[in-house]
């Protein structure tokens, strides 16, 4: 079974102070993690993704298999960083349906 | 290069009830998913197309079915609606099932069972 666990509803910080949106994951094979983040209004977009070990907008993620987690971090918070963050996790369970397995979000509010 | 596209963006229907839900996928993905995001909740998988072939399906009754078309636009059809069915609708397309690509995804459809 796939589970993704977001220990943090709501998450609030101040401009410029570092911001870690923690995930936790459960799964028994080799786990692809993403990011997925939602703006007011706008449509769920793909943030970051595990295997291409890149840094969006200056968030960056690590994925540590032995304590099954891929927390979100950004050294300095903009207050446009505020939005709904969703971790999610992607598994081919027995076949070549890679579907996703979302945790429940964590909503991030950065403050002037 | 156009992205998802889902119709219509709010529907509200009464309690037994059939609805449609429809979405274009992503030009050339060929790989369509269907969730359902309740309120406070993350996006619950629902099942998914590939090349007109269901190849997965998440724990949701048999009254959510679908379709995948030649051209890969996609439908979600819920029979027998229930109250708890008020959710919103997410579309998602993915190129081939290829690994690690993730999903782009629609704007989704508000249901309201009433």
Known sequence: AQRVTQPEKLLSVFKGAPVELKCNYSYSGSPELFWYVQYSRQRLQLLLRHISRESIKGFTADLNKGETSFHLKKPFAQEEDSAMYYCALSGNSGGSNYKLTFGKGTLLTVNP | ?114
């Not at chain 2, 889902?6 to 429809?22: A, D, N, Y």
């Not at chain 2, 008020?86 to 690509?101: E, H, V």
């Open chain 2, 1 to 114: 290069e156009t992205g998802v596209t889902q119709s219509p963006t709010h529907l509200i229907k009464t309690r037994g009830q059939q609805v449609t839900l429809r979405c274009s996928s992503q030009s050339g993905h060929n790989t369509v998913s269907w969730y359902q995001q309740a309120l406070g909740q993350g996006p619950q998988f629902i099942f998914q197309y590939y090349r007109e072939e269901e190849n997965g399906r998440g724990n949701f009754p048999p009254r959510f079915s679908g379709l995948q078309f030649p051209n890969y636009s996609s439908e979600l059809n819920v029979n027998a609606l229930e109250l708890d069915d008020s959710a919103l609708y997410l579309c998602a397309s993915s190129p081939d099932g290829i690994r690690g690509y993730g999903y782009t995804f629609g704007s989704g459809t508000r249901l309201t069972v009433v």
